[in-house]
């Protein structure tokens, strides 16, 4: 085992916390990571990093959160997504803001794109090595259940990772119970960045809205899935926290709870949550540089 992982948490617009940490990461040349493993939102956030594209996660979600084409039922009516892939992945990818593929392409440091099998219901760690063409990898892990499209590659239905694996960090650290990506060697350590406060419990029937469209009636393991979601991830964050208290992760979290929600509209909230990843990334760069370094 080597090196230290850096895990994204998603959350839709909470990323833009995320983004704040990984900017001022960027810009303190704190990028010593063994490998980066990326949820829905944490995913777009960690292909930006690698990019080494300052601002454009902030920018992104600033410029376009009141664009229907973004995150809306508009959206979902014209196109069956709550995010319009071709306006996501395509004008914005490729024309509004360019994603970097070239400093992408040409930066070493593997990318795990996290989704959720919608056939068997277990995360899969999706190796995002070349843009654009793995873009779909992280579009799968950013396809939320029960108001996106699967998405198909290399034969598997795809959903957001989210389902069936929010953090991480067992699989960055080689802990958990599914098979580890092809050729992938377990860091030793991991810096966990999350997106809800470190009080947070989600609720039991979180996925309740996914769960009563029907739509996934004819995959029981994937239904299951959703089910359990809430007490997967609550247990799964004490195991993250007893893990920093042994040494082997470090977590930064929103200090207080968040109320800027999946999708957010008014710009106010979501730049106050961008600030406070910049704030606390910055008053902890110390300890980070000892962590990765140590």
């Not at 990323?15 to 990984?22: A, D, F, K, Q, S």
């Not at 930006?48 to 920018?59: E, P, S």
């Not at 069936?164 to 992938?184: E, H, I, T």
Request: net charge negative.
């Amino acid at each position: 085992m080597a090196g230290v992982a850096l895990v994204l948490e998603g959350g839709g617009y909470r990323g833009i916390y995320t983004g704040g940490v990984l900017d001022v990461f960027m810009e303190r040349g704190v990028d010593r990571f063994s490998s980066v493993w990326g949820v829905s939102a944490g995913a777009m956030n960690a292909g930006n990093f690698l990019a080494r594209q300052i601002g454009r996660t902030m920018r992104v979600m600033l410029a376009f959160r009141d664009d229907p084409r973004l995150m809306s039922l508009i959206s979902l009516a014209k196109t069956g997504n709550i995010t319009s892939p071709e306006f996501m992945y395509d004008e914005i990818q490729n024309h509004l803001d360019p994603f970097n593929n070239e400093t992408f392409n040409a930066n070493p440091t593997p990318l795990y794109a996290v989704a959720s099998d919608v056939v068997f219901g277990g995360p899969v760690y999706l190796a995002v090595s070349k843009m654009p063409d793995d873009l779909p990898k992280i579009q799968a892990s950013a396809s939320l259940p029960g108001i996106s499209q699967a998405v198909e590659i290399d034969g598997m239905r795809l959903l957001d990772g989210g389902t069936a694996d929010s953090v991480p960090f067992a699989a960055a650290l080689g802990l958990a119970d599914s098979d580890p990506p092809q050729g992938y060697e377990p860091a030793d350590r991991a810096l966990v960045v999350l997106t809800q406060d470190r009080a947070y419990r989600k609720r039991p029937d979180c996925e309740k809205l996914a769960i009563r469209t029907h739509r996934y009636d004819n995959f029981p393991y994937f239904l299951e899935a959703l089910k359990t979601r809430g007490q997967r991830y609550n247990e799964q964050r004490e195991q993250l926290f007893e893990l920093e208290e042994q040494g082997r992760i470090l977590v930064i979290a929103p200090e207080e709870p968040v109320t800027v929600g999946v999708s957010e509209r008014d710009g106010a909230p979501l730049l106050d949550l961008y600030l406070q990843g910049r704030a606390q990334a910055e008053s902890r760069i110390d300890e980070i540089r000892a962590f990765i370094c140590d």
